[in-house]
């Protein structure tokens, strides 16, 4: 399913836009010189750890932590965990208006309802969607079971390559050098199922089974929002989905164990997502926090609802009128945060741009074209975090 890197100079030109910033020091993979320093901080030995493993096997092997490992410090500017909080403002979108029968009018008030919360916020919460919490549970479920799994196990689907079908990591997806982020996570396609599913865990035994059942609601309730947004944009309403072709849908499953110093260290680090749209499910822990106006805002979670947020090739799509809003993660020391992410995107070898339609006599293109796998592959390896590779793609 890889797409090799394009030979392209717009390719190469956005690996050398994205990497002449300076890294952040690397962090080596095992503790050696930090160990008595380690064991100093927290009182138990980590010596000779393999951070490549992760977070929870980390916790598993030294229990008695109270200090965050010097690895994991990030240079963040303010406490991560004094985001504002306005949940009243956020914009909550009822799915019930988009359903197969319903008046011209709820569907048109719908459709407006969803511009909006895209022209000036790039994210929203949806209520009435239609996916049975029961389905949801049994994915939290397989979820848990597989992070319950043994370190052995799980690292049967380690992976240096970002596009690999499967790939079970830690950290950022980036194999490259950088400071250590406390998650773990768990990575795969989903739609088309034919090219991947025969290469998804099989343990836990009932994970294939639950999680095409989740992904199938989930692409078929995001090409309903890509429908609304093709309106929106006064595209057709399919305009969207068949720009897709046969569609890339990939599962994101991250796990924040409880962290020792939350407000010295981040889940994951601010970002865009590479797709159109990206569905969000979490297991009742807060974490998530949006960019808004240059202001990280927590989103709290509501039970019974999504968040759904715009990836960069529907900013590209929409030739930047549009924007993919930056988010992060951040962790906690009570309690482990789960959420489920399902990005949904064009076929990977898709040359992606903006909607012809979209750009009027004499407006200018915004974006370069590139082939949607290669956007994947060098974003996914990017160590440097918010739209810089986006922005790369600027002409």
């Excluded at 949940?87 to 008030?109: F, H, K, Q, T, W």
């Excluded at 079971?145 to 990591?169: C, H, I, N, Q």
């Excluded at 990206?278 to 974490?287: A, H």
């Amino acid at each position: 399913m890889a797409v090799n890197p394009s030979s392209s100079p717009i390719y190469s030109s956005i690996i050398t836009t994205t990497t002449t910033a300076p890294p952040p020091p690397p962090p080596p993979p095992l503790l050696s010189e930090n160990i008595k320093n380690e064991e100093n901080r927290n009182g138990v030995s980590t010596a000779g750890f393999d951070y490549k493993k992760g977070v929870k096997n980390l916790i598993e092997i030294a229990p008695e932590m109270k200090k965050l490992p010097s690895e994991f410090f990030l240079n963040l500017p303010r406490n991560p965990l004094s985001a504002l909080n306005i949940n009243d403002e956020l914009p909550v979108i009822d799915m019930s208006g988009l359903v197969n029968g319903s008046p011209v009018e709820c569907r048109a008030s719908t459709v407006k309802a969803i511009g909006s919360a895209c022209a000036l916020w790039g994210f929203f919460r949806i209520v009435n969607h239609g996916i049975e919490a029961r389905l949801i549970e049994e994915m939290l479920e397989e979820i848990e079971a597989f992070f319950s799994l043994s370190t052995e196990e799980k690292m049967r689907y380690a992976s240096e390559d970002v596009m690999s079908p499967v790939r079970y990591g830690t950290s950022l997806n980036s194999s490259s050098k950088h400071a250590l982020h406390w998650r773990d996570y768990l990575r795969h396609y989903g739609h088309p199922f034919q090219n991947s599913i025969h290469l998804w865990p099989n343990n836990p035994t009932n994970y294939r089974n639950a999680a095409k059942k989740y992904l199938t609601e989930m692409w078929q309730l995001a090409m309903r929002i890509m429908g609304a947004i093709s309106e929106g944009l006064g595209l057709d309403q399919n305009y969207i989905e068949n720009s897709l072709g046969e569609g890339c849908q990939v599962l994101a499953v991250n796990y924040y164990p409880q962290c020792p110093e939350p407000d010295k260290t981040l889940g994951l680090g601010a970002h865009s997502d590479h797709g159109g749209l990206t569905i969000l499910m979490q297991n009742g822990v807060n974490g998530l926090q949006v960019k808004h106006d240059d202001t990280w805002i927590a989103v709290p979670h509501v039970p019974g609802t999504f968040v759904v947020n715009l990836g960069d090739f529907l900013e590209i799509l929409s030739n930047g009128k549009y924007k993919s809003v930056e988010h992060r993660a951040v962790v906690n020391s009570e309690k482990t945060r789960i959420s489920v992410a399902a990005s949904h995107g064009p076929k990977l070898s898709t040359v992606i741009g903006p909607a012809s339609p979209l750009i009027n006599e004499g407006e200018e293109i915004q974006f370069r074209p590139i082939t949607y796998g290669d956007y994947i592959r060098v974003q996914q390896s990017s160590t440097i975090r918010g739209k810089t590779i986006l922005q790369a793609l600027m002409t």
